[in-house]
Every structure is written in C-alpha cells, then in structure tokens.
C-alpha cells in the first residue's frame, strides 16, 4: 500500500491514523494513553503494520526500538520501561530486572518476527538493510523460545499468564490453582483506576500475577534457575501458533535476502511436530495444558484458531469456528459463548480482539477456509460501529476496555478496513 493524500482517506481511515500518531512516544507507541504507558511487546508489532500504510519508515522504527530492548540471552520483553510513568503496575522496580533498557522479564507472542518480514515485502529497497540488521536479533529472540520454553512434548510454553498475552484466559486456571500467594505483599492496582473493574481480571488473578513476578525475580530472572523449578509451565497455542509462523516467514524471508538460514528449517520441523502436542483428543480441538500435570483447559479460545496462522491445514478446526460465530454474532470471541465459563465484559474471558481477529482471518483464507473473510467482515462492522477500543462484547458488539487502542486502529489499517 502507499501512501495515500489525506484528501482520499475515508473518515474512519484517518481516526485510526490519528491513534497511532497519537500514541506515538517517539520511535515507539503506547497500547493506549493511561491504562498502558510503555511499550508493549506484540501490541508494537501490530503498529508497525498500521504505521507501513502510511509511514514505513516509521513502521520499522518501530520494531527496531522493540529489540533495543533484548536481554543478551535473546529473550525480547514483553514490556519497555521507556519512560518511568506512575500510572502504571507493576513498574520496573518490581520487575527487578537489568536488560540494556528497564523492562519486564517475561516476553510475549512473537508477532514481530512474521510482521518485519511484511515490512519488508511492502518495500524490499527500503527494508532490504534494515531486515538484514534485525535478523540475527530475531534469530536469536526464536533460538531462546526453542531453548528455554518447549517442554518435553515439543510444546511451546509461557511462564506467567502475561505472557501468553491473554491475560486471565481460563487456560491458566488449573496451574493458577496451585500457587498460594499468600505473602504477595501489599501492591495497589492501577489498572482498576483507569477502566471499570468488572472489566479486568480479579484479585484473585492479580495476587498470583504480582507473586509470579516476585518468585521469578527471586531466582535472578536466570533461565537455568526458572527452568529447574518453575511454578507455572502451561503449553499455549498462542505462543506455539505465533512462533511457527515466526520461524517459516523468517526461513522464506532470509533466504530470499540470502542471509544465514541454517537452523531454521529444523526449527520450523520441530515446531509443526510440538503443534500436535496442543491437539485436545477429548475435545478434537486445540488447547492449552498444564505441563505440571498434563491437565486440558478444555477451553475452545480465539487462540485455538491460530492453527491456521502457525501454518497447519486444520480442516477439521473450522466446524469449531462455525459454531462459535453462529453463538457470538461480533465474534470471534477470546472464549466460546457455550462454555459455562464465558464471562461476555471480562477481558480474556469472553471479548472480541480485533488483533486476534486478524491472525484468525487471515490464516483461515490462507488455508482455504471460507469463514477467514467472514471473520474480516465481522471485525470491519464491529469496529466501524463501536469504535477502535481494546475489544468488544462479542454478543453485542458494544465497546470495552480502553479507548482509542492502538492495534485496533493498525488492524483496521492492515486489514479490517
Ligand atoms: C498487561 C497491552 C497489553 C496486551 C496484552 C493484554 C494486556 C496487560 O494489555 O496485558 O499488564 O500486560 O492482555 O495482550 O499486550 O495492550
């Protein structure tokens, strides 16, 4: 896409890209001003794609700003502490840890790598170099994922809700369930103060986020430590799924530009053999486990469908999405509506991502699955009706979480509009 005069662009066109100039905080954005004042790790890799309709220079900034922050291990942070900003908890003074720049210690799914090679492809002379630049970064953040998060299955695995992205999904109840958090300490929320509390997860979540954190830090943020005896190890597609998918686009993309690919195909075998680690049986759909006890969340979530995203077939995954957009009319939603653990407002629970959305969508049109452009239409109306929000009610469509949402304007640009 190019760029386009401000006199051709719809209305809702230059809303969305006046969210992303305005959360921009210089060569990196905020999810949204208030509730997240830093940079998030996968919510700037859906910029970037918003950010290349207009600017790619900007788009690529970006991504490159987001490994500036990468540990020497290779691990990418799910959070950047750019600026300290007290609106936000937990802050980098509990996190309590030292890469190049104040950040969280855990990552988050790693979206960037498939994203920086459609930088790329939107503009081989301008990205050409640039590419070449971030790669042996990117090499490095997916040989830390194959090293320190793949359990014995070959299954991808997080090692705190947050990691995942999906904060207080029902894939973690099980494992959630057995830490005892009782000396978290006093912490004071702010999220609860900048949107509605029956929105956001519960203290019983928070307790055990904030006592996850505490114990990693305990244990230095070494990942030979964490690895020998860590509290929460749960098998997540969203991370299996997105990794996949970030190791074949980075195999395509680097041999295309003739850079160093050994590995990588070797990688992306051992990933698509781990994938069927995720298959349910019970359920015939995929889903997330306890790695501690081998316990299915049995849940049927909007990251079950990034199947087709990480690159599967899946064939037998679209009567599944079929039925859920038959029970959630502004689906996809993050939890299927008949699970009696579907929760409409809360979060991970039940909402629609329109980001989640676009992985969905374009993975199922790639591997010919009709719904993949019934879901793009679905997300094109919610938007266009309620707004670029964080997610909706996927029942009724109606705006949630916070305003003005940076990868729900970048998703309307790169795809939904
Ligand atoms: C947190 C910023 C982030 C997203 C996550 C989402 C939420 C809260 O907001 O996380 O404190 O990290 O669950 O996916 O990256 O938009």
Redesign the pocket.
């Known amino acids: 896409e190019t760029l386009a005069p401000a006199a051709d662009l719809s209305e809702r066109d230059a809303a969305a890209r006046a969210i992303l100039i305005a959360n921009d905080r210089g060569g990196y954005t905020v ?2 001003a208030g ?2 004042p830093y940079q ?4 700037s890799a859906f910029a970037a794609l918003g950010f290349a309709r207009f600017d790619l220079a900007r788009a690529w900034e970006e991504i490159e700003t987001l490994f500036s922050g990468q540990w020497d291990s290779g691990m990418v942070p ?2 950047l502490f750019h600026k300290p900003d007290p609106g ?1 908890f937990p802050g980098p003074d509990v996190w309590g840890c030292s890469g190049p720049i104040a950040s ?1 210690g855990i990552t ?1 799914p790693p979206v960037a790598l498939s994203f920086a090679t459609r930088l790329l492809a939107a503009d081989p002379a301008l990205g050409a170099a640039r590419f070449a630049a971030l790669y042996p970064k990117m090499r490095k953040w997916a040989d830390w994922f194959l090293r320190w998060r793949r359990d014995e299955k070959g299954a991808v695995f997080v090692i705190h809700p ?1 990691e ?5 999904a029902p894939d973690w109840d099980n494992a959630m369930d057995a830490i005892d958090p009782q000396d978290v300490g006093y912490y004071e929320r702010r ?1 609860t103060q900048h949107v509605d509390a029956s929105m956001r997860p519960t203290k019983y979540d928070y307790d055990r ?1 904030i006592w996850l954190v505490k114990r990693a830090r305990a244990l230095g943020w070494d990942d030979a430590a964490m690895a020998q005896d860590n509290p929460f190890r749960v098998a997540d597609p969203t991370m299996h799924f997105t990794l996949m998918r970030g190791v074949r686009d980075l195999l395509a993309a680097g041999a295309a530009q003739g850079l160093d690919v050994d590995g990588l195909a070797d990688q992306l075998a051992a990933l698509e053999a781990g994938a069927q680690a995720l298959f349910n049986p019970g359920m015939g759909f995929y889903d997330s486990y306890n790695c501690a006890n081998g316990i299915w969340s049995n849940a049927l979530t909007n990251a079950s469908f990034l199947c087709w995203f990480g690159g599967l077939k899946a064939p037998e995954m679209g009567a599944h999405l079929a039925r859920v957009l038959d029970a959630a009319p502004y689906g996809v939603p993050s939890l299927a509506p008949f699970d009696p653990r579907f929760d409409a407002m809360r ?2 629970r039940g909402p629609t ?1 329109a980001m989640m959305n676009m992985m969905i969508g374009e993975g199922a049109s790639e591997q010919g699955i009709a719904l993949g452009e019934e879901v793009r239409a679905r997300t094109r109306e919610v938007i266009g009706k309620y707004g670029f929000v ?1 997610y909706f009610d996927p029942m009724t469509g109606a705006a949630a979480g ?1 305003k003005a ?3 729900t304007a970048a998703v309307w640009l790169a795809w939904a509009g």
Do not use: K, V
Not at 40 to 43: G, K, L
Not at 164 to 168: A, L, M, P, Y
């Open positions: 999810p949204t509730l997240y998030w790790n996968w919510d799910h959070i936000y969280s988050q947050w995942s992205g999906r904060d207080n999220d986020y979060y991970w991502w964080e916070g949402f940076t990868w």
